[in-house]
């Protein structure tokens, strides 16, 4: 029904008994919740009947009880349920309020005792008497006591932002301690209305000024006590918010010197991208969506830095951004010839490829691989067909990826999460038609992080990659226009959906006379370039360049010969540089000088070995293209066991078995003594022991090593074979015709025997170009593989002597 509260004093009280006490009856006025005290203005809301009806019974005579109801709740209190001491006030001002209610302006004059209450209705009157106050004494502990509760008082309005200052004004200036202690009672918010009351109900001044020092002291301590919890708030609250007030106000500050706010720009900046990256629309949907949420986030929050990653990675991929026009077929020829030497089928194959691309663009056909040993030119194949296309070109190494998110990305709850290659090439090229090459794809791993084949799969799938869905993107993406091209060194090893859905298309390796068409063509301007100096400063004759193909390089492609290419280009610079400006031409000489001694006879290391009876020269297949391969045999004193070294598989262990069991069965044909593991042991070992070799393919070898080393007859020199041979004898078809061929070609073997049922392959694989200067024999039974590698006469023997003197010499 009111608030007690204090705005004036008045100087001067109405003394009860001449103006309206003793036992005249007073109206009494009861109210909740509060305490009027003497010489205190308290406004009050009257709205009860019985009060509006009192106050409008008031005439000239102003004067009332105020008197506090024991419990507030009581909405019409009886006599009884007021307290027995209350205030004898004057009405100053009655306001009439819109609600009917009256706003009431009271002043305090003197505490009352209430006596008889002569009416009940319709307001209630009393008599009352005046309580006199026993004022203190004048001694130095009541002056204490008094500037205590100034102090005291002071201190509490000083700290509260609720009082107002001029109260501390006031109370300094008040001398009597009994008006003092009234003041300051009406003025205290926190007292209750019990406390109140008590201090109205005690007339002795000194008592009552205790009792006003003890609340102001249990409130001091309150207020500090509430400082202290504040201070430890305020301080964790603080660092969050003074972020807050600072970003505020550097908001403002840029605002006044007329600064666009960045992360508004910034935001504007994405809003475009999007609207301009010609999204699907449930895509462009989710992105302004996720735009909209980074924009009512603080930017310093710790996700708002992902989510800004996030939509702007979906604002930048080329979602429409192509670049192709029209396959030009005879375009593509054109640059295909330009860029590579050689390469006649392939070349065809890729335009094949191209045609039907051309004549059907929305083709799922199959993704072209390209299978063959290092540096034969797959990759700077794939890059002419981009150019070709007119296309942007990137290439993905898949070598050694165990993770299916580096195919596919991380989710984006996952820590430092990023799309996958797949889409961060495609931001790279920023279209979405390029040519992307995946290289090594024979050399993926797989791991408990998944399996990036199944990952690839997907990807490469016509079926399924227009809506290939990147974990971290988590929104499909149309990859259907990405012409993929992969690269291997072997089949094996590629998972067998994977190969399902390729078109293969196998590039062997080179010949010594393709490698230096290659060299002189492409490899040596390039390398003259690239080390600055010009083809007035060198002159590179074919011979030079065949020497360092046969004698500093063993490969089938040409990236080592590239290299020493490089060097000499590099030598020939420094020379420049030097001062010697004359043109230099790449002799023999030069090239030894440059090079240093010959690193690599293999025709040298063949006639070396071939010298003792028991080894032959073997082909192999190596994922490197083809190679040479030794095979010895030997026998010492024992008691007839078989050892095999030199990290073999089983398939090669078996097939030395069988060559074992064919060459003592026919001991007597081939003129071996039958018993001839009675007293000896046999030992067969293939070097390069730490290389694990397996296959069925070197059966021809090692028997022609075991009957060598058991007739005591070296083989005739740069003489290599390959097949498998069965118990019985015959020699069976093996595979990697091509690479072997020119693996043997390379080493400067003058000889190959190969299976007879592999000579279809012989016409189909190999050039004349690439056939010529070797003889090629066909077996179709061991007898025909000894006929050729061993020496039957000793004229024969005598001219593979000199052979070998030569091929040695040659080299020294
Ligand atoms: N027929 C060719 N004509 C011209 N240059 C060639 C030819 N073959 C290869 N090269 C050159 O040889 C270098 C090596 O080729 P590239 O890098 O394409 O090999 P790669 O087969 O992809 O090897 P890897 O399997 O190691 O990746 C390139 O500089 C390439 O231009």
Not at 206 to 228: F, G, M, P, T
Not at 467 to 492: E, G, H, M, W
Not at 524 to 534: A, L, W
Not at 737 to 759: H, M, N, Q, S, Y
Request: contains cysteine; proline residues 5%; hydrophobic residues 40%.
């Amino acid at each position: 029904m009111a608030n007690d509260f204090v705005s004036v004093i008045h100087p001067k009280a109405a003394k009860n008994g001449e103006e309206g006490g003793g036992k005249r009856p007073i109206p009494v006025l009861p109210v909740r919740d509060t305490v009027l005290f003497p010489h205190a203005v308290l406004p009050l809301t009257v709205g009860r009947e019985s009060s509006i009806q009192l106050i409008q019974s008031l005439g000239e005579e102003k004067t009332i009880l105020v008197v506090a109801q024991r419990d507030a709740r009581q909405d019409s209190p009886q006599a009884t349920d007021l307290f027995a001491i209350g205030t004898l006030a004057t009405v100053h001002k009655v306001v009439k309020m819109p609600n009917q209610s009256l706003f009431v302006f009271t002043e305090g004059n003197e505490r009352v005792r209430l006596g008889e209450f002569p009416q009940l209705t319709p307001f209630m009157t009393a008599e009352s008497e005046t309580i006199e106050e026993i004022e203190p004494q004048k001694t130095p502990e009541a002056e204490a006591l008094q500037r205590n509760v100034v102090s005291q008082f002071q201190q509490i309005v000083t700290s509260s932002p609720t009082l107002s200052d001029d109260l501390q004004t006031i109370a300094i200036n008040i001398e009597e301690p009994g008006r003092l202690a009234d003041f300051i009672a009406a003025s205290l918010p926190f007292l209750t209305t019990a406390d109140k009351q008590e201090l109205l109900e005690t007339p002795d001044v000194s008592a009552r000024l205790e009792r006003i020092n003890k609340h102001l002291a249990k409130e001091l301590e309150v207020q500090q006590l509430r400082n202290k919890i504040q201070t430890e708030v305020q301080d964790s609250v603080q660092s969050s918010q003074r972020d807050y007030y600072l970003r505020e106000q550097l908001k403002a500050i840029q605002k006044e010197l007329g600064d666009v706010d960045d992360t508004q720009k910034d935001i504007a900046e994405l809003k475009e991208k999007i609207e301009n990256a010609g999204m699907p629309e449930e895509v462009k949907k989710d992105s302004l969506k996720e735009l909209g949420r980074l924009s009512r986030m603080n930017p310093m929050a710790a996700d708002y830095g992902l989510t800004r990653n996030y939509v702007e990675w979906l604002s930048v991929l080329p979602w429409g951004k192509t670049s192709s026009s029209e396959v030009d077929i005879l375009k593509a020829k054109e640059i295909l010839d330009e860029d590579h030497y050689g390469l006649k089928k392939v070349k065809d194959r890729i335009l094949d490829y191209l045609s039907v691309r051309r004549l059907k663009p929305d083709m799922k056909g199959p993704i072209l691989c390209f299978v063959g040993p290092p540096g034969v030119g797959k990759t700077s194949l794939g890059r002419s067909i981009a150019r070709a296309l007119d296309r942007k070109f990137s290439r993905i190494s898949l070598g050694g990826m165990h993770d299916e998110a580096e195919i596919r990305g991380h989710r984006r709850t996952y820590i430092g999460a990023l799309p996958g290659q797949i889409i961060q090439h495609l931001k790279r090229v920023e279209v979405k038609d390029p040519v992307f090459m995946l290289d090594e794809i024979d050399k993926l791993g797989r791991d408990f992080r998944g399996d990036p084949a199944s990952a690839l799969l997907e990807t490469l799938d016509p079926e399924q990659n227009n809506t290939f869905r990147d974990n971290y993107l988590d929104q499909p993406f149309d990859l259907s226009k990405v012409l993929f091209i992969c690269t291997a060194n072997q089949l094996d090893t590629i998972p067998g959906p994977l190969l399902d859905r390729m078109e293969i298309i196998e590039l062997t390796g080179y010949t010594e006379e393709e490698k230096a068409n290659i060299a002189v063509k492409y490899l040596i301007p390039r390398q003259t370039k690239e080390n600055g100096i010009t083809a007035e400063n060198i002159e590179f004759p074919i011979e030079s360049v065949r020497l360092v193909a046969r004698h500093y390089t063993r490969e089938a492609g040409v990236r080592k010969l590239e290299q020493q290419i490089g060097t000499i280009c590099r030598k020939v610079a420094r020379r420049i540089a030097e001062g010697h400006s004359e043109k230099l031409v790449i002799t023999p000489e030069i090239v030894h000088e440059f090079l240093g001694g010959i690193k690599v006879r293999v025709d040298t290391e063949i006639a070396e070995r071939t010298k003792r009876a028991g080894v032959a020269v073997g082909l192999a297949w190596t994922p490197a293209g083809g190679d040479v391969l030794f095979i010895e045999a030997n026998r010492m004193k024992g008691k007839g066991s078989f050892t095999i070294t030199g990290q073999i598989g089983d398939v090669m262990k078996e097939s030395m078995q069988a060559a074992l069991t064919w060459v003592r069965s026919n001991a007597a044909s081939l003129g071996v003594d039958e018993d001839f593991l009675k007293d000896s042991d046999l030992h067969i070992h293939v070097p390069a022991g730490a290389i694990p070799k397996d296959g069925p393919s070197a059966g021809v070898t090692m028997a022609t090593a075991l009957v060598s080393l058991l007739t005591d007859t070296p083989v005739h020199p740069l003489t290599a074979m390959t097949g498998e041979i069965t118990l019985s004898g015959n020699v069976l078809p093996v595979g990697g015709i091509k690479e072997k061929f020119l693996a043997a070609k390379r080493a400067g073997v003058r000889d190959v025997i190969l299976p007879t049922d592999c000579k279809q392959q012989v016409d189909e694989d190999l050039t004349a170009d690439q056939v010529e200067g070797v003889r090629i024999h066909y077996a179709s039974r061991i007898e025909d593989v000894l006929a050729v590698t061993l020496p039957k006469t000793p004229t024969e023997k005598v001219h593979d002597e000199e052979i070998r003197e030569e091929v040695i010499h040659a080299s020294v």
